[in-house]
């Protein structure tokens, strides 16, 4: 059988060198709400999901290990990024089955007499494995009386949204049975796991969301504290007064890690790192001098190294979406906009109804995607902002550049004036004027005192004029101003 269990999957497997961990004194909250849903559960199964960053997988191998100490551990199960893949289904339930023989005295000898009677069971699909080397050998047991907990991590690193969505769809089942288990399942709210949970009955289910109502900042602010201290007198910087970094520093970066732990990890990895002054390598990440009017010194790395691990997570999340020229004006539509809908962006681009939310299925980790459609759109990490506006850390693929858009925008919010409707889209007339005017000022040599003075009067008159003398005005800007812009479409659909 030791063939067909993955143990670097294992919470104390060695393969998973310093697995990360909740800071001593963190994520108290998520961690007795845990504890209490596994000592009075109203339901089988606990959904532990939040956006890349968060923290599901510190908060998973933390209880691991708080279950393992207090005897109630039965199996875990922690997916990493390409540590399975293939056609082939991961060895997910042969592994807990194995892992369950050491916690219910009796269950390896069921275990192996399933296994003797069809040796193919390890080939076979996820459902029947389920079934002949978990299901039947729990339900022979004399005794039942003790349950033990299942903890499977990162779920959506599994290869295959299908086989994620079907590997939820199998554990909820498993209701019928009354078997001696909880599963607590962590991973992004990708898709096909997140319709998966939707469409469970209430009963079986149970969710913890990590989002702001569990105080993430407060833990992040503690964290960032303890570790700058650390810093300091590990490096012999004698004690500040002020303290350092100072207060303003420490908001704005736990402002900027939007709740999630990864960026201030990053912070404090970056700066901890040899070769450079701790204090420098913080003002690098600040993009400021704090404190000085000396330049940093050469062998402080550029903010596009400080945030690797940040931008490869960003990366692989964004090269998962099929269409990528279509998202990128999206992101750059979020950003521009500051607040957009669904609505706005389908609007202004003439995208078909529904084109958005399509685009953004793979997203949810780190774009704000609201089921109402007249709800704002928002990035989940404020980091996301400033990577998307660096090229050398967003890369040619998805970089922002406000030259790369100017003349698409322009035609895009013309066309928006001419069809200007209050009911279609809740950017106002005078926005989206004031954008053309944002758009073709920034187009080098483009913007001319006369051209500014049609805008001025498109921007008074629009209102009460009739739409023919728009188009008039319009065609004008569409013809001879915007036709020589690089990208420029100004042809009507």
């Known amino acids: 059988m030791k063939d067909h269990i993955h143990t670097d999957a294992f919470y104390d497997s060695g393969a998973r060198r310093d697995p990360s961990r909740c800071y001593p004194g963190t994520r108290q909250t ?20 939040g956006p890349a960053g968060a923290g599901k997988t510190a908060i998973a191998q933390t209880f691991s290990e708080q279950c393992h100490q207090d005897g109630t551990l039965g199996a875990t199960y922690f997916f990493t990024k390409g540590s399975i893949s293939g056609p082939r289904p991961p060895p997910l339930f042969s592994t807990i089955a194995y892992q369950l023989t050491l916690v219910f005295p009796g269950l390896d000898e069921h275990l192996w007499a399933m296994i003797r009677a069809d040796h193919t069971i390890f080939e076979r699909p996820l459902d029947a494995q389920l079934h002949k080397l978990i ?29 994620q969505g079907e590997i ?111 204090m420098d390598r913080l003002d690098a990440i600040l993009d400021i001098p704090i404190g000085s009017t000396n330049p940093p010194p050469n062998d402080v790395i550029s903010h596009s190294i400080a945030f690797q691990e940040l931008d490869s997570l960003y990366l692989h999340i964004l ?53 109402d459609d007249s ?43 001419v069809i200007f409707s209050p009911s279609k889209s809740k950017i ?34 629009s209102e009460s004029s009739p739409p023919c003398l728009l188009y008039v005005v319009l065609d004008f800007l569409s013809r001879d101003v915007l036709k020589d812009l690089p990208g420029a479409d100004t042809g009507r659909r």
Request: glycine letters at 4%; hydrophobic letters at 40%; proline letters at 6%.
């Open 30 to 49: 998520a961690l007795k709400t845990i504890s209490d849903w596994t000592g009075n559960p109203a339901s089988y199964c606990l959904w532990l999901h």
């Open 135 to 163: 299901v039947q050998p729990l339900l022979r047991l004399v005794d039942r009386s003790t349950s033990a907990i299942v903890i499977i991590d990162g779920l959506d690193e599994c290869d295959g949204a299908s086989i």
């Open 168 to 278: 939820v769809r199998l554990i909820l089942g498993l209701e019928r049975h009354s078997l001696p288990l909880l599963f607590l399942i962590s991973s992004r709210p990708e898709r096909e796991i997140r319709h998966a949970f939707e469409s469970s009955p209430s009963s079986s289910l149970a969710r913890l969301p990590l989002d702001q109502t569990l105080d993430p900042d407060d833990d992040i602010r503690r964290f960032l504290r303890k570790e700058f201290e650390r810093i300091r007198v590990e490096t012999g910087m004698p004690p500040l007064s002020p303290p350092w970094p100072s207060t303003g520093v420490i908001e704005s970066l736990v402002y900027k890690s939007s709740g999630h732990f990864i960026y201030a990890a990053t912070v404090i990895r970056f700066v901890q790192e040899d070769h450079a002054h701790p």
């Open 319 to 371: 090269r998962k979406d099929r269409n990528q020229v279509e998202l990128v004006k999206v992101l750059y539509a979020i950003m521009d906009f500051g607040v957009p809908t669904i609505g706005d962006i389908e609007t202004t681009f003439d995208l078909r109804p529904g084109s958005v939310r399509i685009m953004l299925e793979g997203l949810h980790s780190i774009i704000d995607v609201p089921a």
């Open 375 to 417: 709800e704002p759109l928002q990035f989940l990490h404020a980091s996301f902002s400033d990577f998307l506006a660096d090229p050398k850390r967003s890369t040619d693929e998805f970089h922002l550049e406000t030259s790369r858009f100017n003349a698409e925008l322009a035609c895009a919010y013309m066309r928006l004036i």
């Open 428 to 461: 106002s007339l005078a926005m989206a004027i004031g954008k053309l005017r944002d758009c073709l000022e920034a187009s080098a040599g483009l913007f001319s005192d006369t051209l500014g003075k049609i805008i001025d009067i498109v921007n008074q008159e």
